[in-house]
């Protein structure tokens, strides 16, 4: 999940690339980015406060990989101390543009591996309820026990045996 601060970076580009009309390539700019500064060598190089901060610029520009408008980005970054935050940039960013698109990312949990025919029916509720497309994302955790946990942007439902169970087992300390 992104932090704040990832989430007001990843605003702003999207309010950059959504007047200049140029959403999918900074989408792909900030994949590059995301790639460039997950690698924990790198980032522990662009975060040390011993080597200056032009040279901790010229490696992330020198290798070419950046345009004009990256690199800048990452001067920011490095200059904030937030070269961490890339990951989460580039993810907020993705569901901002989906968002603008209409569409929905969910992270559906279970117990158990949903079928195709599953996880196409939490989809098209998903997708009735919420008035956009959503595109379903299963992940499998047997320590919900059963049903199901779906999470999209900022919202979570959890309806699963094992939240239940906690709730059941408070209220019955709570009556003691």
Known sequence: MATAAAKRYARAAFELASEQKRIDEWRSRLATIRELLSDPSIAAVLENPTIAGSERMKLVTGAGALDTEGGNL????IESGRVR??????????????????????LVTS?????????????DRLS????AEVSVQ??????????????????????????????????????S
């Open 74 to 77: 990452v001067g920011l970054l």
């Open 85 to 106: 935050e890339a990951a989460g940039i580039a993810e907020e960013f993705e569901r901002l543009a989906d968002e603008a698109a209409g569409k929905i990312h969910a």
């Open 111 to 123: 117990a158990v591996e949903l079928s195709a025919e599953e996880r196409r029916e939490v989809g």
């Open 128 to 131: 009735k309820q919420l008035g």
């Open 138 to 175: 299963p992940i499998v955790d047997p320590r919900i026990i059963g049903g199901l946990k779906v999470q999209y942007g900022d919202h979570l439902i959890d309806a699963t045996l094992a939240t239940r169970l906690q709730q059941l087992r408070r209220r019955l300390a709570d009556a």
